[in-house]
């Protein structure tokens, strides 16, 4: 069965009626905004994440998503495009999501009480999942603002002196466990809401899940501790040529 089907509820004996589908059309629309961004996620720290192989990597992978490497030259809107689409991706998301949190102070603390009474590991995972979503209106509102309007200070100096010289660090570091938590959080809770491999043993699947999540969540903490410590470190560096753009040797030098 579909499950955007049509509910159908009995208001009286002998009469049927016929329920909104809406609700089941906006959760698998909130799932499949959700998997497209925590996919997006783990692909966005696996590119910043070049800096770890080098000045040079990190150019590279800037200026591919510039069209450098296509049409010659850099185009910063193309960064700044897909940003947007981010965006709306993310606002869509939030939106969707909120419906589902508590909607007032009583609701809050009785939600608490429950998960307190029930000591249910999945149970408390969703709180935790609603605590880090609420903070990421924030947080992601205020990265990806910054990279919609500046997509040109991408590279090694130029993210380097933002999360130093612009003191974005405590930001970028709060963010990191808040977006990992969530992410991961939330692909387990899809993968058990939709039956993703669940095989002859729901509960075995359920434990699987369990380590594979918070596997996925140390690594990339980890690869994410790393890479900003790398930012860092540059932007220490570079704290005294703030605002100058790299280039590779093999770009800067004149054509022989």
Not at 1 to 12: E, G, I, K, L, N
Not at 60 to 76: I, M, N, Q, T
Not at 214 to 225: E, I, N
Request: include cysteine; glycine fraction near 8%; hydrophobic fraction near 55%.
């Amino acid at each position: 069965m579909s499950v955007v089907a049509d509910a159908t509820t009995t208001s009286a004996p002998g009469i049927t009626r016929r329920g909104s589908s809406w609700p089941a059309r906006l959760d698998l629309l909130q799932s499949g905004s959700g998997l497209l961004l925590a996919l997006f996620m783990w692909v966005h720290m696996l590119f910043v994440s070049s800096i770890l192989l080098g000045n040079d990597a990190m150019w590279v992978v800037a200026r591919f998503f510039e069209g450098y490497f296509v049409l010659g030259r850099r185009l910063p809107w193309l960064v700044s495009l897909l940003v947007a689409v981010v965006c709306a991706l993310f606002i869509t998301h939030a939106a969707l999501a909120v419906r589902k949190f508590p909607a007032s102070y009583a609701a809050h603390r009785a939600f608490r009480v429950h998960m307190v009474g029930m000591h249910h590991e999945d149970t408390t995972l969703w709180y935790w999942q609603v605590i880090t979503g609420f903070a990421l209106f924030f947080l992601a509102s205020l990265h990806l603002g910054t990279m919609l309007t500046r997509p040109d200070r991408i590279g090694p100096y130029e993210s380097a002196d933002r999360v130093w010289s612009d003191m974005m660090w405590p930001v970028y570091l709060i963010m990191l466990f808040v977006v990992e938590l969530h992410a991961g959080v939330g692909l387990y809770r899809l993968a058990l809401k939709w039956g993703w491999f669940a095989g002859a043993d729901p509960q075995r699947a359920r434990r699987r899940l369990r380590t594979l999540k918070w596997s996925m969540t140390v690594f990339f903490v980890a690869l994410g501790l790393a890479t900003l410590a790398a930012y860092v470190r540059i932007g220490i560096a570079h704290a005294d040529r703030y605002g100058e753009h790299y280039a590779p040797a093999w770009v800067a030098a004149p054509a022989q």
